[in-house]
């Protein structure tokens, strides 16, 4: 059974670089049938799909993040990353990473493991 | 981008109501609708796929409808452990995006 693992700085000053790193086992990043993903609720409110990354490198990311993320992979050492620049109390959150299996060739699927999520606070 | 209008945002409930959550999609998402259950502190656990397919192990009393804008998704009778927070999420285009949450209360 995979298994997902968040890491990375719990504090955050504004207007610096957050990052945090997703190590996978029982399961490979390089697998074609999954895309690996980062996620992020704020307390007390809905999810956000920050973006995605598939094993061949090509990454997504939501519009709405897009100028300050960047998402990678290191299948060496079976993980992906994300990093978010800029950062400001509006970037606090408990951030997940998350695996999407595919089902179907129209991309059915759904997030069906997801690391346990690191929350992440902005502040001075 | 999609908007995922999600409602109610919250719902107060007694064991063995059945209970509705509707979701609408601001464009056709077709059936590329997923529902999702939280409880607190915990990350989602997916119920519902293809907007009425039931997830590997997921009790039969959660049912999901719809196509198109418009779903559905109905637990037919409230048990103790169904006290949670319910999310819907479109996957017809990236960015993926999810409703704004339920949150299912004891009465």
């Known amino acids: 059974q995979v298994h997902l693992q968040e890491s990375g700085p719990g504090l955050v000053k504004p207007s610096q670089t957050l990052s945090l790193t997703c190590t996978v086992s029982?399961?490979?990043?390089?697998?074609?049938?999954?895309?690996w993903s980062w996620i992020r609720q704020p307390a007390g409110k809905g999810l956000e799909w920050i973006g995605r990354?598939?094993?061949?490198?090509?990454?997504n990311y939501n519009p709405s993040l897009k100028s300050r993320v960047t998402i990678s992979a290191d299948t060496s050492k079976n993980q992906f990353s994300l990093k978010l620049t800029s950062v400001t109390a509006a970037d606090t959150a408990v951030y997940y990473c998350?695996?999407?299996?595919?089902?179907?060739?129209?991309?059915?699927?759904?997030?069906?493991?997801w690391g346990q999520g690191t929350l992440v606070t902005v502040s001075s | 981008d999609i908007q995922m209008t999600q409602s109610p945002s919250s719902l107060s409930a007694s064991v063995g109501d059945r209970v509705t959550i509707t979701c609408q999609a601001s464009q056709d998402v077709n059936n590329h609708l997923n529902w999702y259950q939280q409880k607190p502190g915990k990350a989602p656990k997916v119920l519902i796929y293809g907007a009425s397919t039931l997830a590997t192990g997921v009790p039969s009393r959660f049912s999901g409808r719809g196509s198109g804008t418009d779903f559905t998704f109905t637990i037919s009778s409230l048990q103790p452990e169904d006290f949670a927070t319910y999310h819907c999420?479109?996957?017809?285009?990236?960015?993926?995006?999810f409703g704004q949450g339920t949150k299912l209360e004891i009465k």
């Open positions: 029982g399961g490979s990043i390089s697998s074609s049938s999954h895309y």
């Open positions: 999420q479109q996957y017809n285009k990236v960015p993926y995006i």
């Open positions: 990354i598939y094993t061949s490198g090509s990454t």
């Open positions: 998350a695996r999407w299996g595919v089902i179907a060739a129209d991309g059915t699927g759904w997030f069906d493991s």
